[in-house]
């Protein structure tokens, strides 16, 4: 059984200087992947013809064609609205997988496996909060570039689309509950996803070299290769998961009638393989998204600026 074992755990839990951190790990990491992240959701809701076309072909004729019809800066459409929100949505799942790790310790600090987990879930739990209209907002900014891109192609008009005009469509239409279009898909990702990341980060963070500074953090390199290793292994088991809620959000034609409905067609069109489509681009979105944020979040940028003394989480 992997757990984490204290001597004695720490009096208290400073909450604002993890929320700091993750705040920043956040907004870094994610302006390092959101081209790939990009890709990923292109390749993940594209459509196979009767005859078997596709618009993209692999990951890279998908950077090709999009940087191409849109530019460089393309790669970043729907960026903004998703650096805008990481930076709750990052503080919100660090800081309280940190915060239930340490409720649910021993006075001893021991951890086992199982509550490792529910920390973890719980913390994905509360992030969807944040996390679905962020996603539902940049899946759409990001896929307007491909419907624009076939529009032109057919002569029709292209609509531009923004993410203020996103949100006053989605509010008008459909109230407040329209900006949380595939909660249930992507709460099912998220809790999943950080029921395994989370433990498994722990463990092999815990493995490594420590710093010097008596803090028992463990030194910044290896809390990369901690997030790298464990973003990997989450993020490609649960990526049934990310597809069908991708889809789902990125559905404005309204094809599907409901998660069910989604796996059925997906699981029609495409087979199994289907349920895994973009995997490869998640794994290279995940993997050093979290290796970076990690990093960040334990060099504890929050702690320096409040002069709060480091010590070792649970």
Do not use: H
């Not at 990491?29 to 790939?36: A, F, M, N």
């Not at 729907?78 to 310790?105: C, H, M, W």
């Amino acid at each position: 059984m992997l757990e984490q074992v204290e001597k004695k755990k720490p009096q208290q839990f400073n909450i604002l200087p993890k929320i700091i951190n993750g705040g920043v790990a956040g907004i870094i990491g994610v302006s390092c992947v959101y081209p790939l992240d990009m890709v990923k959701t292109r390749l993940q809701n594209q459509t196979i013809g009767p005859n078997g076309e596709r618009m993209y072909t692999s990951i890279a004729d998908c950077f090709r064609k999009t940087i191409a019809s849109e530019g460089y800066f393309g790669m970043y459409r729907g960026s903004a609205v998703n650096i805008l929100l990481i930076t709750p949505e990052k503080a919100i799942k660090l800081a309280a997988n940190d915060y239930f790790r340490f409720q649910l310790a021993s006075d001893e600090g021991v951890l086992p496996l199982s509550l490792a987990a529910l920390a973890g879930g719980l913390a994905g739990l509360f992030q969807i909060v944040v996390t679905t209209p962020m996603e539902l907002l940049k899946i759409q900014m990001q896929d307007s570039g491909r419907v624009a891109a076939a529009d032109r192609a057919a002569g029709r008009e292209v609509k531009k689309v923004t993410a203020l005009g996103l949100t006053k469509t989605l509010l008008r239409e459909r109230g407040i509950f329209g900006l949380y279009k595939g909660v249930g898909a992507t709460g099912v990702r998220d809790i999943t996803f950080s029921c395994m990341y989370f433990p498994l980060m722990a463990y092999i963070n815990d493995q490594g070299p420590r710093k010097a500074d008596g803090s028992g953090e463990a030194v910044f390199y290896w809390s990369l290769i901690a997030g790298l290793l464990s973003g990997m292994t989450s993020a490609f088991l649960v990526t049934p998961f990310d597809v069908i809620k991708t889809r789902l959000q990125a559905d404005s034609e309204k094809k599907f009638k409901g998660v069910m409905d989604c796996v059925n067609r997906t699981f029609t069109e495409g087979g199994v393989t289907a349920f895994f489509k973009g995997g490869l681009c998640r794994v290279m979105v995940l993997a050093p998204l979290f290796g970076i944020a990690q990093m960040f979040y334990f060099l504890g940028v929050g702690e320096k600026i409040l002069g709060i003394e480091r010590k070792k989480s649970v």
